[in-house]
């Protein structure tokens, strides 16, 4: 079919259309375009029909009105009347209410998000599926950013649904209260490997918001199975380039299993999954999100029983649409139950999320939390007792207690220049396995070594490799950065105050020196970034 031209059809038929993708909009073909595909339109007037096609790898949605126009001056008005019709996104919006919307028998879950600081979603007992008649207008289409449907599984599965009561607890432990829910970038959030059999096929992209912190402990997590445990001959870099598809959901599946696992001490595990109807009337203190209220919860007494389940709904946690990385921390908080997590914070941190700059973050004993097992909200050694003046302190700060397998490095160019750095204790810098989430500037990375014995064998750490990846799409490989402790000790020049202190003191560099101490740092050819 043709826009804007003056045929038969055109005098005949007028048509609006807007196209959605998943986050993503497509734009409408220009006058006098045609559509590879033509739609069948019925011969009564006044006739509304609802035609779906592929184009452009989204869907198409036409609506497809027929009246009859005496010239083709005629239907450009109608045609610009019905453009400005559907332009007004605000009060289109409630067509995709969080019932989904059908076309042609098939079911797409689509609930109606919009980007801002706190998002809004009402109950869906009270949306609208008409919409209001209005009255702005603009050129070019544009169309809800929504989020695609959220995965379920079916309530024959097993497992318990989640209590009232287990609810308003989930919620205060990672908001502190029960009325705010997860935004638009969490929702959104889910496990997305690389290209498999590319130079980043272990590797997660990462998002921009809160979840990145989540995404990012999960990848170490991936490269200590990909590197140290899982049973193969050969665990090197050569072979991160080389996982497959099917590898890169055994590698997902065993890290999940294997931060749930630890949470539960390592005698219990939870995995939180979606089922399609509500398991519970909510309080009128409690604000809905059609979401949480359909948990299903099934639990495990060994980490391999876990691991095959995740396996089996994985899903669950690597398919756009799925609330992934939201239903991997529910499964953690539920794995090291709201008892214990409460006993695991102290008087500075009473819930795991902080809202800031429009988005929630993760607070440092949700970090620790994924890393260690426990929620401590501190990155020192043990339980501090007493202040800096050696006075007891009313009540203790709770620390690090263990050493993990993952550790952490921090490093804050405005806190280094206008406060203090926090000072990470050696639980965490100096791990179990050569793997550590880094926290640089408020951005969340990977820093690893393939080698096992470096933490181990004091002759490794005069000269070695450290690889970096920072989650972004804009990274296309894994830097390589050579490190040397023993021949060349580097120092601040004060007198070089000139220039962009990132490229006098690159972040990462920074980063790395908080752990080895005056380390010259080659980055082997690579700009420096993190």
């Known amino acids: 079919m043709n826009f804007g031209q003056d045929s038969p059809a055109a005098r005949r038929n007028y048509s609006a259309f807007f196209a959605f993708g998943y986050g993503r909009c497509l734009k409408a073909p220009e006058a006098g375009e045609s559509l590879s595909r033509t739609v069948e339109l019925q011969e009564s007037p006044a006739v509304l029909n609802l035609t779906t096609l592929d184009y ?15 010239s083709a001056t005629q239907v450009n008005t109608e045609l610009d009347d019905i453009l400005s019709q559907i332009a007004e996104l605000d009060k289109w919006r409630e067509i995709f209410n969080t019932r989904g919307l059908e ?3 098939c079911f797409a ?16 007992s ?10 702005g207008y603009i050129n070019q289409l544009m169309v809800p950013y929504s989020i695609p449907r959220s995965l379920v599984v079916s309530p024959s599965l097993g497992g318990h649904p989640v209590s009232p009561e287990l609810a308003m607890s989930l919620r205060k432990i990672l908001f502190g209260n029960t009325f705010h829910i997860f935004n ?15 130079n980043l096929s272990y590797a997660l992209e990462a998002e921009r918001g809160g979840a990145r912190a989540v995404q990012m402990a999960v990848q170490a997590h991936i490269i200590k199975y990909l590197l140290f445990t899982r049973p193969v001959e050969s665990c090197t870099m050569e072979s991160l380039g080389e996982v497959g598809e ?13 931060i749930l696992w630890t949470a539960g001490e390592e005698h219990t595990a939870t995995v939180s999954l979606v089922t399609p109807e509500r398991c519970f009337t909510p309080h009128l203190d409690y604000k809905l999100d059609s979401f949480t209220e359909k948990l299903q ?50 008087f500075t941190t009473t819930h795991l999320l902080h809202l800031g700059l429009g988005n929630f973050g993760c607070r440092q004993a949700l970090l620790n939390l994924l890393m260690t097992g426990r929620a401590s909200p501190n990155v020192f050694n043990g339980t ?12 203790p700060l709770h620390g690090v207690l263990a050493r993990s397998d993952v550790g952490y490095l921090h490093w804050s160019r405005e806190q280094a220049e206008h406060t203090k750095l926090p000072t990470v204790g050696s639980m965490l810098k100096t791990p179990k396995l050569p793997i550590w989430v880094c926290n640089i500037n408020g951005t969340y990375s990977v820093l690893f070594s393939p080698t096992r014995s470096l933490l181990s064998d004091w002759k490794m750490e005069h000269l070695f490799h450290l690889y970096f990846y920072n989650g972004q799409p804009t990274q296309c490989s894994t830097a390589m950065l050579t490190i040397d402790t023993h021949s060349h000790h580097w120092e601040a020049r004060s007198t070089d105050n000139q220039g962009d202190p990132e490229r006098r003191f690159p972040s990462l560099e920074m980063t790395i020196r908080t752990k080895w101490e005056g380390a010259a740092i080659d980055w082997n050819g690579t700009v420096p970034f993190f």
């Open 56 to 70: 452009a790898h989204g869907r198409v949605v036409y609506f497809n009105m027929e009246g009859s126009l005496q």
């Open 103 to 105: 076309l042609q028998g």
């Open 109 to 124: 879950k689509r609930p109606p998000e919009r980007i801002k600081a706190e998002e809004e979603i009402e109950d869906v």
């Open 126 to 135: 009270k949306s609208s599926t008409s919409a209001q008649t209005p009255t």
């Open 184 to 198: 638009y970038e969490w929702k959104k959030s889910f496990f997305k490997f690389r290209e498999p059999h590319s």
């Open 246 to 258: 099917k590898e890169q959901e055994r590698a997902l599946a065993a890290a999940l299993a294997d």
């Open 297 to 346: 919860l099934f639990s495990f007494k060994k980490k391999e029983d876990t691991r095959k389940f995740i396996y089996e709904h994985i899903q669950c946690f690597n398919e756009e649409g799925s609330h992934g990385v939201i239903l991997f921390l529910y499964s953690l908080i539920f794995s090291r139950s709201i008892v214990r997590l409460q006993e695991d914070l102290d």
């Open 384 to 395: 501090l007792l007493y202040d800096e003046d050696g006075s007891p302190l009313a009540q």
